[in-house]
Structure formats: C-alpha cells, structure tokens
C-alpha cells in the first residue's frame, strides 16, 4: 500500500488542475488590469467570460467518457493533460478578448476530460476498505490549485505592477499537468480495464503488487478476480465508443444515472458559485477594497481544504446517506440565515458581514461531505462498463447546471438581492428528501457488491441491511 499511495498521488495531482480555474478566474476578474484588458467590471461581461469555461466543459464531456474507455484510463489523463496545458498557455498570454475566449473554451474541453479517466482510475486502484477516503481525499486535492491560486493573487495584486498579476496565477495552472504527465509513464493501467480487455494476468499482477502484498493466492485478490469476471462484460458498450445504452437501458441503469445527475445538480444548485463570485458577494455586503475582496475569496480554499480532510475520515465510518443530509441540512439552514442578512444589510455593514461569515459555514458543511462525495458516490454507483461514460455524462450535465448558476448569478444578485438565494434554500430542502428515498448506501461495499444491490427490485432498502464484511481491513 505504500506503493500504492504516491502513483494515487500522481492521479490526485487532475484534480489539482481543475482547482486553480475554479477559484482563479473569481479573483482575476476583480483585477483592475485585467479588467482593463478585457473590460469585465460588469455583471454581464463577468459572467460571459466565466461561463464560456462551462461551454468548453459541454463539448469535453462528449469526448471524456470514449477517451478514458478506448485509450485506458492512463492514456486518458495524459490527451486530457495536454489540453488543459495548451488552454493554459492561450489563456495566460492572452492579448485580446478573443484570445481569452479561445484559451477558457481549450481549457474546460480539457478539464473536463480529466475527470472520466481519473476519478475512474482512482476508484478502480484504490484498496477497497479505504475507497471511500482516497477517493474524496483525490476531490480534495481540488483545493491545492484553488489555495495557491487565491493566495497568490491575494499576494500580487497590491505588491506586483503590471499584467504579471493575473497572467502569473492563470499559467499556473499548468505546473499539475507537467507533473502527471512526468510521472504517468510509470503508473500502472487500471486492472478492471485490463480485464474488460481480456488481459487478465497483468491485471492480476498488479491487483498482487498493489493490493495483495506480493501474494498472488491473497484472498483479497483471489475475490477482486473473481468479482471482476463476472461483472465485467468484454463485449460492453465501453468497446463502442459510440454506444451510450447501458446508460440507460435496464430500470437498474437507470437508478444508476438518476443518482449521478442528482449529485450533480445539488452539488452545484446549492449557492452561487462563490468561487466565481465572492468578490461580487462581498461588494454587495458593503466591502469595496479589492484587496479585502481577494482576501476573503482567498479564505474560502483553506476553509473547504479543512473540511475536506475533516470530511474524508468520516464517510467509510458513517456512510453515505446520513452524511449527504447532514451536510445538505446544515447548508440549508446558513442558506436561510443568509437570506434573512442579505434581507436586512442595507445601510448595516456588520449584517452583512455577518451573512458572509455564514457563506464560510455553508462551504465547511459542504467541504465536509460534498466535496468527496461529487467524486466518490458517481464512480461507486456507475459499473464498469457505463463508468467512463457515465462520468463524462455526469460531468455535461453538471456543467449545463453550472453554466447556467454562473451566468444567472451575477446578474441575480445584483438585480434581485436576498430573494435570489431563496432559490438554493428550496432546492438544498428538496435535496434532503431526494436523498434520503432514492439514494442507496454503499459503505462496506466492493464495486461488484454495488452491482449487485441495483439488480434487487428495492435497491434502496437492500443497501440498508447490515451485512458481513468481506474486505479486509487493515491499520492505515
């Protein structure tokens, strides 16, 4: 397992990647050069620019899932890699406003790519006792692009003259794809690819190496093998690239993708994207120093980071289910305590101070479940054979959601006040109840136990009933 940890370490560093664009753009956009540049020191402007990221998000979905499928996950990461590096060299040298736009479509094409072939191959490396913590602590490294882009802008804006301000936090983004593409070449493909693609002995080797301690008689991998014969189908759709039905063409199926389009949607339909936004937020409860605006858009990354890894530690001890609505109870209620100070900060600085302080509760309760959970639950519920797929779906449906918050959002908050978050109260409330009667439970589970649990008639209630665990478990 200590050979296991740092080639994860090396699939973390996409997730890295897709966190500097997340925070960076929210804190280059109150940059006076960069609004000189590009002139984006309106609602609208703001919100074109941030949302034709997600447009290049829509059209990489559609190649994400194919890719991870017919090249493998490791070959994946690498063309999804090269893109977002190309994205991040137009974007950070960008002179003109068309030469931005055509830098942030580049870029999200590719950050959405590296999600199908990662998170995939994570959740298929990870030791099944320990999936559900090193696949969220894989979405957590989201906040090491996130903090070091937020801080760094923080850092510059006052300190350093020039466009070396924002163009410096936005090349940045390239130092995570320069260090997966060194170190890809001596990671291992994933076993349960392998096996869909007939080579079982390497896949066998590898399970031995990673997970079974040199032992190639382990239990452990003894039962992986035999798990993963049965479950995985070698004449599947993830052979066609083109052919999306197991999407969608037993009941099972399609529990499947209505769980993953859920956590989707409230994942991202919870609050204004205030990675985007804080500046705005912040502006509109009476702080007008772009220097205290970067600075607590800033604070927001170490806050989630914190939650994170408080969060990640959690999920294999309490489950899935009671977590999620926990977490969406607690991101309920800040949402109402923000309405009712947005409803009362004119002309009271601290009020709306103090509905700022509770976006900070809200993005704690959020880190601490959502934020492993948007990777984890995905990957758990999709079998093998639709996992790919399924999370490049999941991933252009997600972003037809957030194109849609990040463009609304501005202009909402600027026109409709305290009543435009009355939204996100009435969704997180109906989240909770979609939770708690369509999601199963897949704590002490492996991959192909999942399958199994979607084939009964009533999978939510068969996923609650105890049973005897058959992963070892070993001290960390």
């Known amino acids: 397992m200590l050979l296991l940890y740092p080639i994860l370490l090396v699939a973390f560093m996409n997730s890295a990647a897709n966190g500097f664009d997340g925070n960076t753009f929210g804190g280059v956009s109150a940059i006076p050069d960069f609004q000189a540049r590009f002139g984006t ?40 890699n090269v893109v977002v590096l190309i994205g991040t060299i137009v974007q950070a040298s960008a002179m003109q406003r068309r030469d931005m736009i055509a830098g942030r479509v580049v870029l999200g094409i590719g950050s959405v790519m590296l999600g199908p072939s990662a998170t995939s191959y994570v959740v298929e490396m990870s030791y099944p006792a320990y999936r559900g913590t090193i696949v969220g ?33 936005m090349a940045m983004q390239g130092v995570p794809c320069v260090i997966v593409l060194a170190f890809i070449w001596f990671l291992p493909e994933s076993p349960r690819w392998l096996v869909a693609r007939g080579k079982e002995e390497q896949a066998k080797a590898i399970l031995t190496k990673y997970h079974g301690e040199g032992d190639p008689n382990n239990v452990l991998v003894q039962l992986e093998m035999e798990e993963m014969l049965e479950a995985i189908n070698k004449s599947g759709s993830d052979t066609r690239w083109w052919d999306y039905r197991e999407l969608f063409n037993t009941r099972a199926a399609r529990h499947r993708m209505f769980l993953v389009l859920a956590v989707g949607f409230f994942g991202q339909i919870d609050l204004p994207p205030t990675s985007y936004y804080m500046p705005l937020m912040a502006q509109t409860a009476g702080i007008v120093s772009t220097k205290q605006q970067l600075l607590m858009n800033a604070l927001q990354s170490p806050v989630m980071t914190i939650g994170t890894l408080l969060g990640v530690h959690t999920i294999d001890r309490y489950g899935r ?75 252009l ?13 501005p202009v909402g908050i600027t026109n409709s006040g ?45 996923s609650l009933r105890k049973q005897k665990i058959a992963v070892p478990v070993h001290e960390l």
């Open 41 to 80: 020191n309106v609602a609208a402007s703001d919100g074109f620019l941030a949302a034709i990221y997600i447009l290049g998000n829509v059209i990489g979905s559609f190649v994400a899932g194919p890719a991870a499928d017919y090249l493998g996950r490791k070959r994946g990461m690498i063309l999804a």
């Open 137 to 169: 602590l894989y979405n957590g490294c989201y906040f090491i692009g996130a903090i070091v882009s937020t801080w760094l802008e923080y850092g510059l804006v006052d300190d350093v003259k020039g466009e070396i301000n924002w163009r410096l936090p």
């Open 321 to 395: 289910r009671p977590m999620l609505m926990g977490s969406s109870t607690i991101c309920s209620i800040c949402v109402l305590v923000i309405i009712l100070c947005s409803l009362k900060e004119q002309g009271h600085p601290s009020v709306g101070l103090a509905g700022i302080s509770f976006v900070y509760v809200f993005l704690f309760a959020f880190a601490f479940v959502w934020t492993p959970m948007q990777a984890l639950y995905p990957s758990e519920v999709l079998a093998y054979n639709a996992r790919a797929k399924g999370l490049g779906m999941s991933g």
């Open 397 to 409: 449906w997600i972003n037809i959601v957030s194109f849609i918050n990040t463009y609304a959002a």
């Open 418 to 462: 305290w009543k435009f978050y009355f939204l996100y109260f009435v969704i997180d409330v109906v989240g909770i109840a979609c939770i708690y009667f369509t999601f199963i439970e897949t704590k002490d589970r492996s991959l192909e136990e999942i399958d199994q649990i979607f084939a009964d008639p009533h999978p939510v209630k068969t």
